[in-house]
């Protein structure tokens, strides 16, 4: 069964340094997602992409934050100067058009020293 | 933001018994519901939906109920078993095309053997 894949699993950095986070959607999905789940707290949409460009963002995904589809296959989530209360699963998520249900990958633990 | 309200932190149940998770929202835009079950350091898990056009649907063990005029859900488990264990989020979605999901606050459910 098609599965959405996610990687590093564990990612730990310093504050200020930038991320990547890699996302590879299920192959026939044309909407994609980044969600994020601090510890404790509820799963937060971050934003929606449609067509090579964000179809909308939360008040979360600010500046520091940027999307990209650099190749048929990949997702990827930049974090430019992490900070913090960056801290958190990240999760990718994918969308096929005709069916509403977005499927998750395993997620990516960022830690923020 | 509390547009998705899950008012039970937990709830446990003997095995064979049914399960009742609930989950409560205030944005009558919402017309998409999904529920989905998610294990630590793991994605969530699409379990089953529904369309604010139906009151019920239905998945083996699984059937999601709706109730618009009070703005509520619930997911019926019958019969619970072990593997059920989880933590299951209540999520809808506005109308748009962007189909970004907003979660509850998740609920434990512990079935006892």
């Known amino acids: 069964e098609p599965e959405v894949t996610q990687t590093p699993s564990h990612q730990v950095t310093q504050m200020g340094q930038e991320v990547i986070l890699r996302c590879v959607p299920i192959?026939?999905?044309?909407?994609f997602y980044w969600y994020r789940q601090i510890l404790g707290q509820k799963v937060e949409f971050l934003v929606s992409?449609?067509?090579?460009?964000?179809?909308?963002k939360s008040e979360i995904f600010d500046d520091q934050f940027s999307v990209e589809r650099p190749d048929g296959s990949n997702f990827t989530l930049k974090i430019r100067s992490t900070k913090l209360e960056d801290s958190a699963m990240y999760f990718c998520?994918?969308?096929?058009?005709?069916?509403?249900?977005?499927?998750f990958g395993p997620g990516t633990r960022l830690t923020v020293l | 933001d509390q547009q998705v309200k899950q008012n039970s932190p937990s709830l446990s149940v003997q095995e064979g018994r049914i399960s009742i998770l609930n989950c409560d929202y205030t944005?009558?835009?919402?017309?998409?519901f999904l529920w989905y079950k998610k294990y630590p350091a793991e994605g969530p898990t699409f379990l089953i939906s529904?369309?604010?056009?139906?009151d019920k649907n239905e998945d083996g063990r699984f059937t999601v109920f709706l109730n618009k005029s009070a703005k509520h859900l619930s997911l019926h488990i019958v019969p619970s078993q072990p593997g059920d264990s989880a933590v299951y989020f209540c999520?809808?979605?506005?109308?748009?095309?962007?189909?970004?999901?907003?979660f509850g606050t998740g609920t434990l459910l512990a079935v006892q053997p």
């Open positions: 998520a994918s969308l096929l058009e005709a069916v509403d249900t977005q499927y």
């Open positions: 192959s026939n999905h044309l909407y």
């Open positions: 992409f449609y067509n090579n460009e964000i179809s909308e």
């Open positions: 944005n009558s835009m919402f017309d998409y």
């Open positions: 529904i369309s604010s056009i139906k």
């Open positions: 999520a809808a979605s506005p109308r748009g095309a962007t189909n970004k999901l907003i």
